[in-house]
């Protein structure tokens, strides 16, 4: 059971728009600590998409954001593309953990 | 280029030891964390723990306190993760991933993971 929770899977077709929700608590999310998502696409290595709730590294499109509200965080894909095809993860520390914590993955599937 | 580059597959047997590490390059190897995240076949993301290269600085996941042992040699850019006697459960795809911390311009405390390594995987079989 992870300490953020994130719905198993999410879909959409081409062009669409999805949002993967991340829900924490008054220990993470919802206290002074920030969310960061993650992109693993399959076989690979998970690649950092979006820190601070909607700041993306350098590469990553436009496409791609974050947000927050309360305990819980979103990110959002528009214009999706086959290539977003992955599985995502939010990250956050958690104060009661006294480390790091990772929701337990949402499965993007492109129809 | 940034980059770190983690050690090859393993293949060990229950009770025995191991040692993988990660190397890093194209940047100050003491001035960030490296973490370590395990991924258990068909499973998500979990972080470990941490250390600080710089003055080796480390901490646990209570998950993964007293189960292995983070350690780095900042002459040779290289953090590790270490297991006294390995279990069967132990079998998994292991991360290694430079951290970045701080305290954002809004007040909130950040750490995330902005480089990784490939990945090592860990097979412990009978």
């Known amino acids: 059971q992870s300490v953020l929770t994130q719905p198993p899977s999410v879909s959409g077709a081409p062009g669409q728009r999805v949002t993967i929700s991340c829900t924490g608590s008054s220990s993470n999310i919802g206290a002074v600590y920030d969310v960061h998502w993650y992109q693993q696409l399959p076989g690979t290595a998970p690649k950092l998409l979006i820190y601070s709730y909607n700041n993306r590294p350098s590469g990553v499109p436009d496409r791609f954001s974050g947000s927050k509200s309360g305990t819980s965080a979103s990110l959002a894909i528009n214009g999706l593309q086959a290539e977003d095809e992955a599985d995502y993860y939010c990250q956050s520390y958690d104060s009661s953990l006294s480390g790091s914590v990772f929701g337990g993955g949402t499965k993007l599937t492109v129809l | 280029e940034v980059q770190l580059v983690q050690s090859g597959a393993e293949v060990k047997k229950p009770g025995e030891s191991l040692k993988i590490s990660c190397k890093g390059s194209?940047?100050?190897?003491?001035?960030?964390?490296i973490g370590w995240v395990r991924q258990m076949p068909g499973k998500g993301l979990e972080w470990m723990g941490l250390?600080?290269?710089?003055?080796?600085?480390?901490r646990y996941s209570p998950s993964f306190q007293g189960q292995v042992n983070i350690s780095a040699d900042k002459s040779i850019s290289t953090a590790y993760l270490q297991w006294t006697s390995l279990k069967a459960s132990d079998t998994a795809m292991y991360y290694c991933?430079?951290?970045?911390?701080?305290?954002?311009?809004?007040?909130?405390?950040?750490?995330?993971?902005?480089?990784w390594g490939k990945g090592t995987t860990v097979t412990v079989s009978s």
């Open positions: 991933a430079r951290g970045r911390s701080g305290l954002g311009s809004s007040g909130n405390y950040y750490y995330y993971m902005d480089v």
């Open positions: 194209g940047y100050r190897f003491t001035s960030y964390w």
């Open positions: 250390i600080y290269p710089g003055d080796s600085d480390s």
